[in-house]
């Protein structure tokens, strides 16, 4: 699950200078695609030329394999209607047209279809979406998943009953207690009528801690494009799918007393799969599809712990690249004017998002990937880099960075608790430094990464969100940040002690590269 930002290492952008699709580029990576169009091989000019490039085209066509694109275009029916005539004479087939926003889903197996869909009229950007073929039919938590023994249940159980704390496994979460989230539960736990969808790998919503704040209506499977709303089509895989119903139970379990809480336990939580059941990447169609969902299903607030594969930054001087970050922002953008906030999680690699220059050895992650040094402002990591979205670093226990989240001054806007098992250990009964929650099957295990502070943060928001009702995304956020506490930078940051500095904080009390505007604060969220 490297593109999950649980056990990662990677993402997102610069002092607030968020995507700008007119940006001037400098990064050529066309040649890194691995499937240019070869040239037709008759003469200009010669008898027969043009039958003979058409035959060759056909050639090549019926032996290639078949591949996802987006089309970007006007929104008006005569224009979208010119572009799928031209999609089906360059050899597309149209998966199904959004056309609130423009964005087109096709799948084709012409080589030369990019190539020709770009340069047919009405189109603004078009490219594919993957570099693999489509097989038959990126998260963020760093680490594997540590299940909860039943030993160390029935010691968190009887620490819980001890101190007081309402949920049997409550003792083990020092990441509630951290930001305030068991105190203001007893003031507000949130409001039903708000929802945070988790577009991920899907949610077990026959968890008792979830099922009594999951909704239904609002969820779907948005895998190849295009939503499927049938019974239990939001649910993972397998139980090896378990990031989503992680992330579920960080927001809202329910205050029950079965297990966890999460840090909004009175709101709904839903599920929006995007993940695919072959490799279990994020595509971009599948994102676009889910940011459509939510918007016009009335979710107020999406988690989005990943980045959109198979690129970790999409460089806008590549044709494909930047027509995944044109379709990703149209609908992103969309479900914003029709209310809802997205969070998403800062990456796991450790990386100054403010720096000149970024090494990225992991894309493209769905073929064989090809180093390349990549300058952040010009090449983004989606969704996390375009512009609204609010992008969350990760602290351990002792409200420190987490020695893997990605940073950055003007990129990150806020922090949260999304453990640290290496560095920042909390006494607790199972002196667990990741974050507790849900998993499939009914079970519980720890996780860390930005992954897991992201919906800490979105859990606040639907706080934040249940107090005010009427708050737009952007009210929203402003809300977020002034509530936050903020550390400031530390004197130092040489985490294991081998007297180098392990990342360099820029910034102020007010404002820094480490935490953004600060840590969230559930509690002074409901005050």
């Known amino acids: 699950m490297d593109h999950l930002y649980a056990p990662r290492s990677s993402r997102s952008t610069r002092s607030r200078r968020r995507l700008a699709l007119a ?10 695609l691995g499937f240019l ?17 058409e035959a060759a085209r056909a050639d090549r066509a019926a032996d290639a394999p078949s591949l996802a694109y987006v089309v970007n275009t006007r929104t008006d029916h005569r224009t979208i209607a010119s572009v799928k005539r031209a999609i089906a004479e360059a050899g597309g087939s149209v998966v199904t047209t959004y056309q609130k926003i423009g964005v087109i889903v096709v799948h084709s197996s012409n080589p030369e279809f990019g190539e020709r869909i770009r340069e047919a009229r009405g189109v603004r ?3 594919a979406t993957r570099t693999a073929p489509l097989t038959a039919a ?25 101190a007081g704390a309402g949920e049997p496994l409550e ?39 979830l099922a009594p704040n999951f909704s239904a209506s609002q969820s779907a499977n948005c895998v190849g494009g295009k939503a499927d709303t049938s019974e239990g089509a939001w649910r993972p895989y397998t139980a090896d799918d378990y990031h989503g119903t992680h992330v579920a139970g960080e927001i809202a379990a329910a205050r029950n007393g079965i297990g966890v809480a999460g840090v909004a336990p009175g709101v709904k939580v839903s599920s929006i799969k995007v993940s695919d059941p072959d490799n279990g990447l ?5 994102v676009v599809c889910a940011f459509m969902f939510a918007a016009d299903h009335g979710v107020e607030i999406t988690n989005n712990s990943y980045y959109v594969d198979p690129w970790l930054y999409n460089c806008m001087d590549d044709p494909d690249q930047r027509a995944i970050v044109d379709a990703v922002n149209r609908a992103q953008l969309y479900a914003q004017r029709k209310g809802t906030l997205h969070l998403a999680s800062a990456g796991n690699s450790n990386h100054d998002l403010d720096s000149d220059a970024i090494v990225d050895d992991s894309s493209p992650d769905d073929s064989t990937p090809v180093t390349r040094t990549i300058d952040p402002h010009e090449c ?28 950055g001054k003007g990129v990150v806007d806020i922090a949260a608790p999304g453990g640290d098992a290496r560095y920042q250990i909390p ?25 897991m502070a992201s919906p800490h943060a979105a859990g606040v928001a639907a706080l934040l969100k249940s107090e005010h009702r009427h708050a737009s995304p952007a009210m929203l956020q402003a809300l977020l940040k002034a509530q936050a506490d903020n550390p400031g930078c530390p004197a130092s940051y040489d985490q294991d002690g081998d007297g180098a500095q392990d990342a360099t904080c820029e910034g102020g009390k007010r404002i820094n590269g480490f935490y953004g505007f600060g840590i969230v604060n559930a509690l002074r969220a409901v005050k």
Do not use: C
């Open 380 to 407: 983004f990591d989606v969704p996390t880099q375009l512009p609204g979205i609010v992008t969350v670093s990760a602290t351990g226990v002792d409200k420190e960075k987490s020695y893997y989240s990605s940073y």
């Open 37 to 53: 169009s070869a040239a037709a091989s008759a003469a200009p000019g010669a008898p027969g030329a043009e039958a003979a490039a």
């Open 138 to 162: 990126g998260t963020t938590d760093q680490g594997g998943a540590e299940m909860l023994s039943a030993g160390q249940a029935a010691r968190t159980a009887k620490a819980s009953k001890a």
């Open 427 to 451: 006494d607790t009964p199972s002196k667990n430094g990741r974050i507790l929650s849900t998993m499939p099957n009914n079970e519980y295990a720890w996780l860390q990464g930005t992954s």
């Open 282 to 286: 994020f595509y971009p169609e599948n």
């Open 125 to 127: 950007s078009a490219g």
């Open 23 to 32: 940006v001037p580029v400098v990064l050529s990576l066309t040649a890194s």
């Open 171 to 209: 003792a083990d979460q020092w990441d509630l207690r951290a930001i305030g989230a068991d105190k203001a539960a007893k003031i507000n736990p949130g409001s039903s009528r708000v929802t945070v969808a988790v577009i991920d790998t899907g949610v077990d919503d026959t968890h008792p801690d």
